[in-house]
């Protein structure tokens, strides 16, 4: 019951400061530009963040993982594209 108190009496909403982006988006970019092969996994480990938070950011930028049809020195299946 005294929650409901509480709440009546505290009607403003409180505002929260963004949080800061853990990653640089023009650094994935250059990275995927350089490292089109390369794992989400690795990338992950090249900028110091878990392999979910590359994951998100390359949905956002709208990077795509490919087929890569060439076979390559690595012998990787996918390779990612930016779009065009």
Request: hydrophobic residues 25%; proline residues 5%.
């Amino acid at each position: 019951m005294r929650t409901l108190f509480r709440w009546n009496t505290r009607i403003e909403i409180k505002k929260k400061a963004p949080k800061p982006r853990a990653i640089n988006l023009e650094e994935l970019k250059n990275d995927v530009k350089n490292h089109p092969d390369s794992y989400q996994w690795e990338r992950a480990q090249r900028f110091g963040v878990s392999q979910h938070c590359i994951q998100h950011w390359l949905n956002f930028l709208g990077i795509s993982c490919k087929k890569n049809t060439k076979t390559s020195k690595s012998q990787r299946k996918y390779t990612y594209k930016l779009p065009e």
